[in-house]
């Protein structure tokens, strides 16, 4: 942060109106379409996008669902225009979640579309390759910047110690050290070595680590609000984002989760969700950290809401009890900046009519979001983006995103010394469960499992299929055994012939019942179909170890420390484990091969 960028920012936000300078503490979701018009709905029922610039002065904003690049490119365009013409003139910041990888999660991550396919993190943890992930951060900034998008609402640094957590596919693992050194090397590639006119603004969540959840339970919905730390390891948790801080930030967002018998340098610390609590943010964040970047709560922490008919309570944990207008003064007297997913602007204009908020207190996050638009150089540096966006995704970065599929995958078993499974060599008659048959080798089958030479079944990592609340459904939660009609299923076929199982992970999974049922037991996060097959038959390496640990058993993850990394007793297969799968076809192996 310059010293310069600093006064620049706070003569702007002095010269703002009150209403202008709440309008930049908003954070909504957007969703936009081929047309682009400002006149309808921004979605989810509520104003127009016309409305929300001109009328509530807001000028950041989260996109949802986008059309295809060089269309979202030419919407953010319009919509800018908008912006520059209205109120205070300045421009508008769209930020993201994760577009590159494989899950569709509305309250997560959006599978790619347009742009280049990579595993999941957790793939890339799997990995470990810190160059390859300073690239990959790099390929997201260009992407980003060629479709008007200047925010990215991650990486996600979160440690995977709770087994059953559901939000660890867009984490690099359970070990602090090195999720540290690929959340340096992402901020290279996504920041630069400075935020500037070229840079992606980084939002590195969730703060404190929200890793070590209560049961394993989601904290988007009640049942999941609390966060526990029996083993002590706050301090593990917390290792990321120091790291974070000394590397320039843009942005820090904090957790749904709310402590519970947490004490940090001998200081009880008060049970309300993350963002609501002022010893995290101002005491630890700001202070003790020395953090002055922007701080975004995570979204809808104010306002109870329905959508499709499903309710979606405010993640007011610890402050259910107060009213909308007493939880705005929390998060801001807390220290947050920035409210996501919230569009009321009116409300915060009450909160500091009625002294809940003061004006001081909305003039200092002004300033910090004016900075970050000067940091981005956004204010003074209009620029049309459409004929990069028309080009994505680049063939050099499709390569890359298929050769990382290839070698995030983690081979746990494969027959016997003497003996391996894989590679599957010359063409055969296969038996596919969960494949396309599209994706076989040229001169392969696919037939029925009576004239199969083999059999490869690709089945995803078990949950709970929860739908009450909105956003439910999509996230994979509870227990991590298969169902006995599928381990039944998988076993059935491999005492009729030798048989392949792949596993896709998005969190652990109890594979116990399923190790010595399959010739060979693989795991992925995240691979298209033919990259996968490339794999099994030797035309692509997989390198890939396990980012966290494989638990025996539901009981060993529930006798063990939720925040603590790897803490499960007697694990299947260790953090770390895998077994090497060379390729017989070195040229894919090489950046820019076709």
Not at 10 to 22: I, K, Y
Not at 215 to 221: L, N, T
Not at 288 to 301: P, R
Not at 462 to 488: C, I, K, N, T, W
Request: glycine share 10%; with cysteine.
């Amino acid at each position: 942060m310059t010293h310069s960028n600093t006064a620049a920012a706070r003569a702007l936000a002095d010269a703002m109106t009150r209403e202008q300078q709440v309008g930049l503490l908003l954070h909504p979701i957007i969703i936009i379409d081929n047309d682009g018009d400002p006149d309808a709905s921004s979605g989810f029922g509520g104003p127009t996008l016309r409305q929300l610039i001109e009328d509530h002065g807001i000028r950041f904003f989260c996109l949802g669902s986008i059309p295809d690049p060089a269309a979202t490119s030419r919407v953010l365009n319009r919509l800018q225009d908008i912006a520059r013409g209205s109120g205070s003139r300045l421009p508008l910041v769209f930020s993201t979640d994760p577009r590159h990888s494989f899950m569709q999660n509305d309250g997560a991550a959006h599978r790619a579309a347009g742009v280049s396919q990579w595993p999941e993190n957790l793939g890339l943890g799997a990995i470990g390759d810190t160059e390859l992930v300073r690239t990959y951060g790099n390929i997201l900034r260009k992407d980003y910047l060629a479709m008007g998008i200047r925010m990215a609402l991650h990486p996600q640094v979160d440690l995977t110690t709770e087994p059953r957590w559901a939000r660890q596919a867009q984490s690099f693992g359970a070990d602090p050290a090195r999720t540290t050194e690929l959340l340096l090397a992402f901020l290279e590639g996504l920041q630069g070595p400075a935020l500037g006119p070229e840079g992606i603004a980084a939002t590195v969540k969730h703060f404190p680590g929200g890793g070590p959840q209560l049961g394993g339970e989601d904290p988007h919905f009640p049942y999941g609000r609390e966060q526990v730390y029996p083993g002590g390891a706050f301090g593990e948790h917390l290792a990321p984002f120091r790291a974070a801080i000394e590397a320039g930030a843009a942005a820090i967002m904090p957790y749904y989760g709310m402590p519970v018998d947490l004490t940090v340098d001998g200081e009880d610390i008060e049970p309300v969700g993350f963002a609501f609590n002022r010893q995290i943010i101002t005491n630890l964040l700001r202070e003790k950290l020395g953090y002055d970047g922007v701080v975004l709560s995570d979204f809808g922490l104010v306002t109870d809401i329905e959508i499709g008919g499903k309710p979606f309570p405010a993640c007011a944990w610890g402050v259910e009890h107060l009213s909308p207008l007493e939880r705005v003064g929390r998060l801001f007297n807390a220290g947050v900046d920035q409210l996501g997913g919230e569009l009321d602007a009116p409300l915060i204009l009450r909160a500091v009519a009625e002294g809940l908020v003061s004006p001081e207190r909305v003039k200092v996050s002004a300033t910090r979001l004016v900075k970050l638009m000067l940091d981005l150089g956004l204010i003074d540096n209009e620029t049309d983006t459409r004929s990069s966006a028309a080009l994505l995704p680049l063939p050099q970065d499709a390569f890359l995103g298929k050769q990382a599929q290839a070698r995030a995958v983690t081979v746990l078993t494969n027959g016997s010394d003497d003996l391996p499974v894989l590679p599957l060599a010359r063409p055969r008659k296969v038996h596919l469960v969960n494949l396309s048959e599209e994706a076989l080798p040229e001169g392969w089958s696919a037939v029925d499992a009576d004239t199969a030479e083999v059999a490869i079944v690709r089945v995803s990592a078990p949950y709970e299929h929860r739908d009450r609340y909105f956003l439910e459904a999509g996230m994979q939660q509870g227990s991590l055994d298969f169902p006995e009609e599928e381990v039944e299923r998988i076993a059935a076929l491999g005492r009729r012939l030798p048989t392949i199982l792949v596993v896709t992970l998005n969190r652990p999974a109890i594979l116990t019942p399923l190790v010595d049922a399959v010739d060979a037991l693989l795991v992925e996060f995240g691979i298209a179909d033919d990259i996968l097959l490339e794999v099994l038959t030797g035309e692509r390496a997989a390198e890939g170890r396990l980012p966290f640990e494989l638990p025996r058993s539901m009981a060993a993850i529930e006798a063990s420390n939720p925040d603590v990394a790897n803490d499960t007793a007697d694990p299947l297969f260790p953090a770390g484990w895998g077994l090497s799968l060379s390729s017989r076809n070195p040229k894919l192996n090489k950046a820019g091969a076709q």
